[in-house]
């Protein structure tokens, strides 16, 4: 959803002409939350707080466990705890804010702290993207190439997949912040939203922003695609390979070791290319309706992610259940 707001917003932009105004950068914006639905704020704080509390707990068990469990350190989980930060990440830039805008009504954002939250947003968004790429591969070589797996995920390759991830994110979302540095606002500092996002704080501007445009709307969107495209294409191969598998029993191996790989891409891009569809083409949708989108989308995948792989994954769930049968086992000898 960061990027889809962004994406489909720069099809309404108004352009305002230049003119007499002051076009210094404004100290601070106001964060209104979400428009139309303010006698609500307080309400809908309830779920968004136990959601967001509920991913931080989850996603913080399962880095747990994967730090304390040596039998867990292959590729696989090492790759799931980047996704785990990645959601952290994710909820974290934006959730507290917002549950401040709900219940305190502090929707002031110093203009530094604007682009920071810009930015962590994004770069979370496309981390975590490359993340499910990188998962992709990591089944593919699993099942089509079982006997070069050791040789090929090595602890050195992981981590440098997780850098290259960092590395990618980074180069793509910096240059927004200079984008949008170098805009005048002629005053204009009310964001009709819960959190600064590129296309959003670009629509305030009074000048051209043609190239916030262009950037945001080519640049991470490729990268997205380009990832999408990629995983259909390692699934292609992991199926054509697992149909040539002799016996039903390893058919069904092969498959249960990517379901929940599955379910967390169709967690992740559906609910974004939902989003980029009802902005393209919803135009009755009221705007409260898009924004309470845009801040579930920012709960749902790290909500239900370490959900996802918990019950799916037995090695992680027996992990978990001995970790947390362990105080009570000690308590029991004494």
Same mark, same amino acid.
């Given at each position: 959803?960061?990027?889809?707001?962004?994406?489909?917003?720069?099809?309404?932009?108004?352009?305002?002409?230049?003119?007499?105004?002051?076009?210094?950068?404004?100290?601070?914006?106001?964060?209104?939350?979400?428009?139309?639905?303010?006698?609500?704020?307080?309400?809908?704080?309830?779920?968004?707080?136990?959601?967001?509390?509920?991913?931080?707990?989850?996603?913080?068990?399962?880095?747990?466990?994967?730090?304390?469990?040596?039998?867990?350190?292959?590729?696989?989980?090492?790759?799931?705890?980047?996704?785990?930060?990645?959601?952290?990440?994710?909820?974290?830039?934006?959730?507290?804010?917002?549950?401040?805008?709900?219940?305190?009504?502090?929707?002031?954002?110093?203009?530094?702290?604007?682009?920071?939250?810009?930015?962590?947003?994004?770069?979370?968004?496309?981390?975590?993207?490359?993340?499910?790429?990188?998962?992709?591969?990591?089944?593919?070589?699993?099942?089509?190439?079982? *006997?070069?797996?050791?040789? %090929? &995920?090595? $602890?050195?390759?992981?981590?440098?997949?997780?850098? #290259?991830?960092?590395? /990618?994110?980074?180069?793509?979302?910096?240059?927004?912040?200079?984008?949008?540095?170098?805009?005048?606002?002629?005053?204009?500092?009310?964001?009709?939203?819960?959190?600064?996002?590129?296309?959003?704080?670009?629509?305030?501007?009074?000048?051209?922003?043609?190239?916030?445009?262009?950037?945001?709307?080519?640049?991470?969107?490729?990268?997205?695609?380009?990832?999408?495209?990629?995983?259909?294409?390692?699934?292609?191969?992991?199926?054509?390979?697992?149909?040539?598998?002799?016996?039903?029993?390893?058919?069904?191996?092969?498959?249960?070791?990517?379901?929940?790989?599955?379910?967390?891409?169709?967690?992740?891009?559906?609910?974004?290319?939902?989003?980029?569809?009802?902005?393209?083409?919803?135009?009755?949708?009221?705007?409260?309706?898009?924004?309470? *989108?845009?801040?579930?989308? %920012? &709960?749902? $995948?790290?909500?239900?992610?370490?959900?996802?792989? #918990?019950?799916?994954? /037995?090695?992680?769930?027996?992990?978990?259940?001995?970790?947390?049968?362990?105080?009570?086992?000690?308590?029991?000898?004494?």
């Amino acid at each position: 959803m960061p990027f889809c707001t962004a994406f489909c917003r720069c099809y309404q932009v108004r352009l305002m002409p230049p003119s007499n105004l002051t076009s210094s950068i404004p100290a601070t914006f106001v964060l209104v939350g979400i428009p139309g639905m303010e006698e609500l704020h307080v309400w809908l704080s309830i779920p968004f707080c136990s959601m967001y509390l509920a991913a931080l707990l989850g996603n913080g068990i399962l880095l747990l466990v994967v730090r304390a469990e040596q039998s867990l350190h292959q590729p696989m989980y090492l790759l799931l705890c980047m996704l785990a930060a990645a959601d952290v990440m994710l909820s974290t830039t934006t959730v507290p804010k917002m549950l401040a805008i709900f219940w305190f009504q502090a929707g002031e954002i110093s203009f530094g702290a604007c682009l920071t939250q810009m930015f962590f947003l994004h770069f979370s968004f496309s981390m975590e993207s490359a993340v499910l790429l990188a998962m992709a591969f990591d089944r593919f070589v699993a099942i089509c190439h079982p *006997l070069r797996y050791a040789a %090929v &995920l090595t $602890p050195t390759a992981i981590i440098k997949a997780g850098l #290259g991830a960092a590395l /990618r994110s980074f180069c793509i979302i910096f240059p927004c912040v200079f984008l949008l540095r170098r805009l005048p606002f002629c005053g204009h500092s009310v964001v009709p939203h819960t959190y600064c996002e590129h296309m959003g704080i670009a629509r305030l501007a009074c000048a051209d922003i043609s190239a916030n445009i262009l950037y945001g709307l080519a640049v991470p969107f490729a990268a997205v695609v380009l990832d999408v495209a990629l995983i259909a294409a390692s699934y292609v191969l992991i199926l054509l390979a697992v149909f040539r598998l002799p016996s039903r029993t390893a058919r069904s191996g092969a498959f249960n070791t990517c379901i929940s790989h599955v379910c967390v891409i169709f967690l992740f891009y559906i609910p974004a290319f939902f989003t980029v569809l009802t902005h393209r083409f919803g135009g009755e949708i009221p705007r409260h309706v898009h924004i309470l *989108l845009a801040n579930l989308y %920012v &709960l749902f $995948p790290p909500l239900l992610n370490p959900i996802v792989y #918990g019950v799916r994954t /037995r090695l992680i769930r027996e992990k978990v259940v001995k970790m947390l049968l362990r105080p009570t086992t000690h308590l029991l000898r004494e």
